[in-house]
């Protein structure tokens, strides 16, 4: 072997770095990344080995094996990056046989050919052992095939450098430094490999990419040890926003839509049928998809973020939150729009309105719901200075059927009642129990003569009803009207004072100016 070249302690060195690199790696197999940058820096370590050798050995067999065992280390650091990006940005869904095997199929060939090219000289011809001072180096001449070769090699190192800088700016601080280390950290190399394919290497004949590749590795290792690369990655957006269950859409300053992820498609394919099929196309104006959404729409010319709720139709309902989007400088760039599906949030909180305002036997409001709405009926007669008027019930002798017939009769006449009323009074009526056998009707915009022409029809069509042969409904009732500086609580003890004197006689209705039936 010839030691009398300065150059093989160097590559040494770099080999020794290289395992050190590797070693480090796989002690943190658990960090994102850590095992594809293991196989880079292995095939670093065999590039750097193969060299060595190569440098080393003075027969010209014992040249081409080790220039052909370093080849592998060429093509396979190519293939590492590659994965090296797909792993670290979180690129899961690419680590399938039907992606991988037909990407790696034309690294796994090289090698092979590289070997038999003794029998077919497809990537090498004229094949020769050249010598440059003390140091002697395999020369050769590439064929097309082998430059296709090359070509997939950089294209593949292309895509790795895409994926990394579409993540560098997908980033925010302290992310992107980490991307930052590693874009540099991989380019180095790169640029060593192409200067020296294109001619323009100041070391030729010795090619310095092998160890060039190591100290990349040891930027990576410096980045990774001091902004601990490999343990604080980004959420991968394939992860984060690809797989969200709410709708994600990025529009510009002029409305087209630049960015969106899948649920948002589904969202507004089958829930917003309205837009049509195609309505989410990259290129196309979103705004002008908004013609039927006002408020939404509007929401665009804020420079605040603004959320609504937006129900395409009666059963399904979305919380939209349009947001500014601004760049590094501050400048208004365009929005970020969330749909967020809040179906089952709205029909539990109906559910739950309906049962705390709502009357379990009678279903019509109860006493606490009645009153507030009422309160806001007599608030906006007084701001109309239009008539209104207030009816209290109790059914009759109701005591005495549940003692004699049982509740389960008792909560039938109840719920009868409620029936008659509900049919009887219109949308504008306002109608709840107030407690046990009593109950209360509103009447906005209604005149004490009017008031009482409803309750005579209460009164009269309850009587007419037949729950059993042995029981005979009444009910007696008591009419107050708004007066003067009348309060909603004065009104209403007025009619319940009126109701007392009812209920001593019995299926009557009293009112202000007393009058029996």
């Not at 005579?456 to 729950?467: G, P």
Request: proline share 3%; with cysteine; charged share 20%.
């Amino acid at each position: 072997m010839n030691f009398d070249t300065p150059h093989h302690f160097i590559l040494t060195s770099s080999s020794i770095i290289s395992i050190l690199l590797i070693i480090y790696a796989l002690r943190n197999h658990h960090a994102n990344g850590s095992r594809s940058f293991a196989w880079l820096m292995t095939c670093a370590l065999v590039w750097s080995f193969g060299y060595t050798f190569e440098i080393l050995v003075e027969s010209f067999e014992a040249k081409k094996f080790w220039m052909r065992f370093s080849q592998l280390g060429v093509y396979g650091s190519a293939y590492c990056y590659f994965i090296f990006a797909l792993q670290y940005c979180g690129y899961s869904k690419w680590f399938q046989g039907k992606y991988l095997v037909p990407i790696s199929l034309p690294l796994i060939l090289t090698p092979i050919l590289i070997w038999t090219n003794d029998y077919h000289f497809l990537l090498h011809t004229t094949v020769s052992l050249e010598q440059a001072g003390s140091l002697s180096f395999i020369q050769y001449e590439r064929t097309i095939l082998s430059l296709l070769f090359i070509v997939y090699a950089y294209f593949l190192i292309c895509i790795s450098f895409f994926i990394l800088y579409r993540a560098y700016k997908h980033s925010i601080h302290p992310f992107n430094r980490q991307y930052a280390i590693l874009l540099i950290g991989l380019l180095i190399p790169v640029i060593s490999m192409l200067l020296d394919l294109l001619g323009f290497n100041p070391f030729a004949p010795f090619a310095p990419t092998s160890i060039v590749l190591i100290f990349s590795g040891l930027f990576i290792a410096w980045g990774l040890f001091r902004y601990r690369l490999f343990y604080i990655w980004p959420i991968a957006r394939d992860q984060l926003i690809e797989k969200m269950k709410s709708g994600v859409i990025v529009t510009d300053i002029s409305g087209t839509l630049i960015d969106q992820n899948p649920s948002a498609k589904e969202i507004i394919t089958q829930d917003f049928r309205n837009f049509g099929q195609d309505s989410l196309t990259i290129g196309q104006n979103w705004h002008e998809q908004l013609d039927e959404y006002e408020q939404w729409k509007k929401s665009y010319s804020n420079l605040r973020e603004v959320q609504i709720e937006v129900t395409p139709d009666s059963k399904i309902y979305y919380e939209v939150s349009v947001s500014p989007l601004k760049n590094y400088k501050g400048q208004f760039i365009g929005h970020l729009t969330t749909l967020m599906d809040i179906t089952s949030r709205k029909w539990t909180e109906k559910r739950l309105f309906i049962q705390a305002t709502t009357d379990y036997l009678t279903r019509v409001h109860n006493r606490r719901h009645f009153v507030d709405l009422s309160k806001r009926a007599f608030s906006k007669s007084l701001e109309e200075q239009t008539s209104f008027s207030l009816m209290i019930i109790d059914i009759d002798f109701f005591k005495s059927i549940n003692d004699t017939h049982g509740h389960n009769v008792g909560d039938q006449v109840l719920h009868q009642f409620a029936t008659i009323c509900s049919d009887l009074l219109g949308h504008d009526k306002i109608f709840g129990r107030i407690g046990g056998e009593e109950f209360a009707v509103t009447l906005p915009k209604t005149s004490l003569d009017q008031a009482y022409e409803t309750a005579k029809t209460i009164q009269q069509t309850f009587e007419r009803t037949e729950l059993t042969a042995t029981i005979k409904l009444t009910v007696s009732i008591g009419l107050s009207t708004k007066k003067g500086n009348d309060t909603f609580d004065k009104l209403l003890l007025e009619a319940d004072q009126l109701l007392y004197e009812a209920k001593e006689e019995r299926n009557t209705i009293k009112m202000p100016t007393t009058f029996n039936l």
